[in-house]
C-alpha cells in the first residue's frame, strides 16, 4: 500500500471500533491565568509557576523550594 491509501484508511472513522467515537469537543473555555497569589492584597503578576505554598512569581518565589536535608 501507498501512503496515500494507509493515511486513507487510518483517517476513515469505523464505528464498530471500539474506543473510536465522533465527538464534537467543544474549544477550552476562557479561564483566567493563573496568577501570583502573595500578599493580601495578591500581588496578581503573571507568569506564576506552583510551588507547595502556591502560585508565585519570581519575585515571589520561596527561598527554600527543595526538601530540607538532615545530617
Not at 17 to 31: F, H, I, S, T, Y
Not at 44 to 67: I, L, M
Request: a positive charge; proline letters at 13%; hydrophobic letters at 25%.
Amino acid at each position: 500500500m501507498t501512503r496515500d491509501k494507509v493515511a486513507q484508511k487510518i483517517a476513515e472513522r469505523h464505528p464498530n471500533v471500539p474506543g473510536q467515537l465522533a465527538v464534537d469537543v467543544p474549544a477550552g473555555e476562557g479561564k483566567p491565568p493563573n496568577v501570583c497569589d502573595y500578599g493580601t492584597p495578591r500581588c496578581g503578576a503573571v507568569p506564576v509557576r506552583f510551588y507547595p505554598n502556591g502560585w508565585k512569581c519570581d519575585e515571589h518565589q520561596p527561598a527554600r523550594t527543595s526538601r530540607r536535608t538532615t545530617q
